[in-house]
């Protein structure tokens, strides 16, 4: 079945990029997220890419999508300590299931 | 305010005593769906439903059901709940399934079955 893979932890400094890394076996994805999990809170989508694109950015956040090794990566510059929660990548596919996968979750912690 | 809404937010209850968490959406959004989380496991889709009276499997529906009968509410129904459904569960919902269409999420109910 299908599957998304994330590293499960990354620490960096404030004011540094952070980079989380994704990949997925599902050729068929269609539509790629990412979502961001604070303490205590639901989930909040932060940006989503097509997959006939390669880059999207969207202010600190810039997605890159390399299809062909199945790997969707979320670079935050200038991480903040406000940036500190779990990121989970997602995806879906247009093969009429209407499923969506969710990664393990990466969880960013900021240092001051 | 635009939002989704989950009831209880925590649950304690004992193995086999069936039990219901509401989830209800203000948007009039199409889609609904069931996830649970686990620690180190993400978010597994437990049902999905596109509209009223649609709804389908997702990756761990087991132990589980739902029902779709008004567009707002989307209830999660343990028959027999079992200690390895003790999870943080989240109800989410958007307009439609394309990929424009956000999923908002409810703000969790913790469920720990005895």
């Known amino acids: 079945g299908e599957d998304v893979e994330q590293s499960l932890f990354l620490s960096v400094r404030e004011g540094d990029s952070s980079v989380i890394n994704c990949t997925y076996t599902?050729?068929?994805?269609?539509?790629l997220y990412w979502y961001k999990q604070e303490p205590g809170a639901g989930l909040q989508l932060l940006t989503y890419?097509?997959?006939?694109?390669d880059m999207k950015q969207d202010q600190r956040l810039t997605v890159l999508l390399n299809k062909k090794d199945k790997h969707l990566s979320l670079r935050i510059a200038d991480t903040q300590t406000g940036d500190s929660a779990i990121y989970f990548c997602a995806e879906t596919s247009s093969s009429g299931t209407y499923k969506y996968i969710f990664g393990t979750g990466t969880r960013l912690k900021v240092l001051a | 305010e635009a939002q989704v809404t989950q009831n209880p937010r925590y649950l304690i209850t004992v193995t086999g005593k069936k039990l219901t968490v509401t989830c209800s959406q203000n948007m009039n959004h199409e889609y609904m769906s069931w996830y649970r989380q686990d620690p180190g496991l993400g978010l597994r889709q437990i049902y999905y439903?596109?509209?009223?009276?649609?709804?389908d499997k997702g990756d761990v529906p087991e132990g589980y059901k739902v029902s779709r009968k008004e567009k707002r509410n989307f209830p999660l129904i343990l028959e027999s709940p079992s200690p390895n459904q003790t999870s943080l569960y989240f109800c989410?919902?958007?307009?439609?399934?394309?990929?424009?269409?956000?999923?908002?999420f409810g703000a969790g109910t913790r469920l720990s079955v005895l």
């Open positions: 439903s596109m509209n009223v009276e649609v709804t």
């Open positions: 989410a919902s958007s307009l439609s399934t394309g990929s424009e269409d956000i999923q908002y």
């Open positions: 890419i097509f997959s006939n694109m």
């Open positions: 599902d050729s068929s994805s269609t539509y």
